[in-house]
């Protein structure tokens, strides 16, 4: 399967002929898929969506505890359960935006 990294950059590639799009295809962050720290896109994302997973873990976790009987301090299932609804809430918007994003350059006339 093609990376939609690289359909960008094949489809910038194919536009060689248009004025002011050899500064797009000479810059870096067009070209490749690693970053200055040397992690690409994919990766960031499952790390992230991995990190959302412990979140809602750890809040399932202190959810049970608490209904047990067994939590210490209520506050710390509060906080763990907001932390968990707050990161819900950026991943949705992000991927909101990322959808809309490639909504609109599918849109585009070549």
């Known amino acids: 399967m ?14 060689s002929g248009l004025t002011g799009t050899s500064a797009l295809l000479s810059s870096p962050e067009t070209t490749a898929t690693t970053s200055a720290t040397g992690t ?12 959302l997973q412990s979140l809602h873990s750890t809040a399932d976790t202190l959810a049970a505890q608490a209904a047990t009987g067994d ?3 209520a506050h710390d299932y509060m ?6 609804t707050l990161a819900t809430d950026t991943v949705v918007t992000l991927k909101n935006s990322a959808v809309a994003a490639f909504t609109e350059i599918m849109r585009m006339q070549i």
């Open 2 to 15: 093609t990376s939609a990294i690289s359909g960008i950059s094949s489809a910038l590639a194919g536009m």
């Open 40 to 51: 690409d896109f994919a990766s960031v994302l499952s790390s992230s969506v991995d990190e």
């Open 71 to 73: 939590l210490q301090d």
């Open 79 to 84: 906080i763990a359960s907001t932390e968990a």
